[in-house]
């Protein structure tokens, strides 16, 4: 019923930038909350940074200051931009959608930083 799709991974030096977007599309809730979660190989997957509808922003730790979460509601769309990449940050970053009690996740875009 939710389709989440995410572009804008790939391969950058440290200090580097990227943007993330996502694009939701199917029956989707005006009410919900967006975000961006990313899972590293071994370590289990941690919220990035998070949007509700309304604007509340809530970011990991370890990303304040430096990766910036926005949102498009006429667009149903999310974005991340990630500023002063680390080789720390390298994931799979994975796109989410709250509907009350319902989570939906894109496939995935892998993001790697080399030093």
């Known amino acids: 019923q939710v389709q989440l799709v995410e572009s804008g991974g790939g391969l950058v030096q440290a200090g580097g930038s990227l943007r993330l977007s996502c694009a939701a599309s199917?029956?989707?809730?005006?009410?919900?909350?967006m975000g961006w979660y990313r899972q590293a190989p071994g370590k289990q997957r941690e919220l990035v940074a998070a949007?509700?509808?309304?604007?509340?922003?809530n970011y990991a730790d370890s990303v304040k200051g430096r990766f910036t979460i926005s949102r498009d509601n006429a667009k149903n769309s999310v974005y991340l931009q990630m500023n002063s990449l680390k080789p720390e940050d390298t994931a799979v970053y994975y796109c989410?959608?709250?509907?009350?009690?319902?989570?939906?996740w894109g496939q995935g875009t892998q993001v790697t930083v080399s030093s």
């Open positions: 989410n959608l709250r509907v009350v009690l319902i989570d939906y």
């Open positions: 199917g029956s989707i809730f005006s009410v919900t909350t």
């Open positions: 949007i509700t509808s309304g604007g509340r922003i």
